[in-house]
């Protein structure tokens, strides 16, 4: 079968090193005042979990 469906897929910024996630693959992700934020890595997201206020805008 084809596999051109992907077009729906949604993109998130890690906000920690600014890389191009795919919210459905992303390894990581972490609700944050109502905020769901998607990461590349547990470093990334351990990151973010100690500095929150400096990248969460
Ligand atoms: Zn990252």
Avoid: Q, W
């Amino acid at each position: 079968m084809a596999t051109e469906r992907e077009e729906k897929v949604m993109a998130a910024i890690d906000p920690v090193c600014a890389m191009s996630v795919e919210e459905r693959d992303a390894p990581e992700r972490l609700d944050y005042e109502g905020t769901t934020y998607y990461f590349c890595s547990t470093d990334c997201r351990e990151e973010f979990e100690a500095n929150p206020e400096d990248y969460a805008n």
